[in-house]
Every structure is written in C-alpha cells, then in structure tokens.
C-alpha cells in the first residue's frame, strides 16, 4: 500500500500535467452529449435509428484521432413504441413521460374502459403482494400482476400508481394492458378511460463499439473501459435525451480515447462502447463471450454509466469484491478532494455484471448526488455537471497509471 501511495503522489501532477486545459476538455463534454442527447439521436433507440446514429457518432470519433474501430454484432429483442401515446381519465388528457407511461410490457390498445374495468394498485397493496410471494422489487411484483393477470380481467385496465414514471425498454409483451400513472395526477374517482398505445415487437440488429490502444511497456496486461451509449428510445414524439445516462459515460470514455491517443498508456487499453444495455445489458454479454483480448489477460473492467450529475461522491458497485483495487480510487479521491467512494456489493445493474460471471475484475462506477432525473425527459446536458466528469477522468487515468507499475 505504500508503494501504491508514493507512486500516487507522483502521478497526480502528472495527470494534470498531461491533461487537455478544463474549457477544452469540458467543450468535448459538452459537444459530445449535446449531440448525444439530441432531437438527431431521438432517445438513442430503435425508433427513428436514433442508436444507429449515435454509433455513427462514436465511431467517427474514434476515427478521427487515429484509432481503428471494430464493431460487434449484437441483436436485441424490444418492444418499440410507433406512435404517440394517449391517456384520457374521466376529460382529462395527461401527458406522456411526465403524467403517465404505458408500462413495457403493455401490448396495443386502443379502447375505453369504464369505472368498472379499472384495476388501480397504490404502493400499498404491492408492498403487501411482495410480502406475500417473497418477491424483491416492487418492479417484479408488477411483472407478475401483468405477467398472471387472469383472463377474465384482460379486457381490463391496470393502472400502477407511481411518484413519477421511470420507463424502461423489455423484451416480451403481455395481453394485459397496463399504464403507469403518477399518483398526484390521479382523480379520487375515475369514472372512464380512453387509452392508445401502439407497439411492435421486432428483433434488431445493432452493434458494441470497440477500439483498442496497445501498451507502452506491458502490452498483453488489458484495462477494459466501457459504457453503454442505448438510452430509452421515444414515445412518438417524445424522446428520452438520455444526457447522465449516459452520454456523460460516452463522453469521458472518448475523452480518455482522445488523451491516450497522443499518450500511450503502460497497458493496453480497450474501449467498449456498448448497445444494449438497457435492454438487458446485451451488448456486454456479448462481448464477454467474444471479447477482442482474451479475458485472461483482462486486468480490471471499469464501467462508467451515470457519471454527470451531484458532488457527493460516487458509487463503485461491485467495489467490496476488490478492496485492493478499491483503495486505489479512494486514496486518489482523497488526495485530489473528490468526495467519498461508496463501496457496493455487486448487481445486475449495468454492463459490469457479465464479466464478474466470468471471474473478471470489474466496478460499476456512478455518480452521487444532484438532481439529475433518471429515465426521464428531462435527463438533459443543461443539467450536467462538467466538473464531476473531469474528477471521474482524473480518477480513471491515475488507475492506469498505477496499474502499469511493474
């Protein structure tokens, strides 16, 4: 640990030696997620090539300073919404993405249904449904409400109340139509409802992005850096920019594909930029059952997903596995002033996960803090926070330099 630590204090005025000046480096931020984020890449879904624009993107980046640039087939399976939602209770027409949603795993509609053919389920009654099937979440209680829906109540609505609607994008789809509703929202009487919402199930092919940049003095020792660059798609007309999560994750990862361009970094480098991954994270199963390098000589995978918003720190899933590795990050965040690191067990909750189940070091790496919405409309670049990103870069590069002491 002390060697660690002396070689620390070298390498930070190093880092920020080496480092592109804070305007330049935060105009990449902003350029990168401002386009990103926009109307062009419509959500980063399926839905207009909104994914197939952004992999342009990052492929012309990469291109542009010098780097060769693979692409992996991945195909996912999704439900994709084809026009604008509606949701009309009693007279009064709600908003989608702010008011309601239809929940993902809702079928086409078109019809209205009367006080009588409405199932309305508050957090209560769930919170007691999963007690009483030993279920986890309170998302897989509503699966299975949808999925075991009997079908004598399938000409029925279901409606889940909610604080605000957080979308997600599945792969399967059930008879019963279901919506999710804010609960402010909601009348103490619902006398009628009129609901719209038309989808197609389709399999697509898409593609992980990936381009590699060999080691100075050790270079079969690989450092996998990865990000998803999917985000939720649309809903008609409304997309979900998708600015924190997670073109702040896209951006720091081109950033360090920029600085390590023109300085080579002591171990091989590989960046991942992944699809899939709210689907199910198929983008980084697939790369872990073909990856570019074989695992083995796979050091460390750091993922970057959410890593734009809030000054409290971050959060470092899957982190406890690795208290060496760990003590690396925390001794550079409290040297250089950059807040806590939350140590968490690992999850399946990003593109970390599958290179765990394939006994590959990995962490989950997100911001903490801020007021940053997830899954939201209004996960947008003017809500970033530049300087967390150049923390999260300082931190990212300080580790590859560690790790390539001999």
């Known amino acids: ?29 902003k350029k990168d997620i401002a386009y990103l984020s926009s109307k062009e890449c419509f ?31 991945v195909r996912i399976k999704i439900n994709v919404p084809q026009d604008d939602p509606i949701l009309v209770i009693n007279y009064d027409t709600l908003r989608v993405g702010y008011d309601y949603i239809p929940h993902p795993f809702c079928p086409t509609t078109d019809a209205c249904y009367k006080a009588d053919e409405v199932h309305r389920v ?23 409400m949808i999925e075991h829906a009997p079908r004598q109540d399938r000409n029925k609505i279901l409606l889940f109340e909610e604080n605000y609607p957080i979308v997600s994008r599945q792969n399967k789809q059930f008879p019963q139509v279901t919506f999710q509703v804010v609960k402010d ?55 979900y920019p998708g600015a924190n999560d997670n073109g702040s994750g896209v ?19 590989i960046f991942c930029f992944f699809t899939g991954e709210e689907q199910g994270l198929y983008g980084s199963r697939k790369y872990v059952r073909r990856p570019v390098r074989p695992l083995k ?33 925390q001794t550079i965040a409290e040297k250089q002033e950059f807040g806590k690191i939350k140590l968490r067990d690992n999850a399946k909750n990003s593109d970390h996960f599958p290179f765990t189940l394939a006994r590959n070091k990995a962490i989950f790496f997100y911001s903490s803090g801020g007021k940053q919405p997830y899954h939201h409309p209004d996960d947008i670049l003017g809500t970033m926070d530049l300087d967390v990103l150049e923390k999260i870069m300082v931190m990212v590069k300080g580790y590859i330099e560690t790790k390539g002491e001999k």
Request: glycine share 8%; no cysteine; charged share 20%.
């Open 251 to 269: 951006a720091v990862l081109l950033a360090l594909a920029r600085y390590y361009a023109e300085n080579p970094p002591p171990v091989t480098l």
């Open 297 to 329: 000589q796979n050091m460390m995978m750091l993922n970057l997903d959410m890593i734009g918003s809030g000054h409290d720190g971050w959060g470092a899933v899957a982190a406890k596995d690795y208290p060496n590795e760990a003590a690396i990050f």
């Open 1 to 29: 640990m002390k060697k660690v630590l002396v070689l620390l204090i070298w390498l930070f005025a190093f880092l920020i030696a080496g480092t592109e000046s804070d305007i330049d480096l935060q105009n990449y931020f």
């Open 122 to 144: 508050n957090t209560e009654e769930l919170e007691k449904l999963k007690d009483k099937l030993n279920l986890t979440s309170l998302s897989g209680v509503k699966r299975y």
């Open 43 to 73: 959500g980063r879904g399926i839905a207009r090539g909104g994914i197939y624009k952004a992999e342009d993107y990052i492929s012309g980046e990469l291109k542009n300073i010098g780097l060769n640039v693979s692409k992996q087939n």
């Open 185 to 239: 929202v909601l009348p103490d009487t619902i006398k009628h409802i009129y609901a719209y919402h038309k989808t197609r199930y389709t399999s697509t092919l898409t593609h992980n992005v990936i381009s590699m940049i060999k080691g100075s003095d050790m270079p079969d020792s690989v450092i996998t850096l990865g990000a998803h660059y999917d985000h939720m798609g649309a809903y008609g007309d409304l997309y």
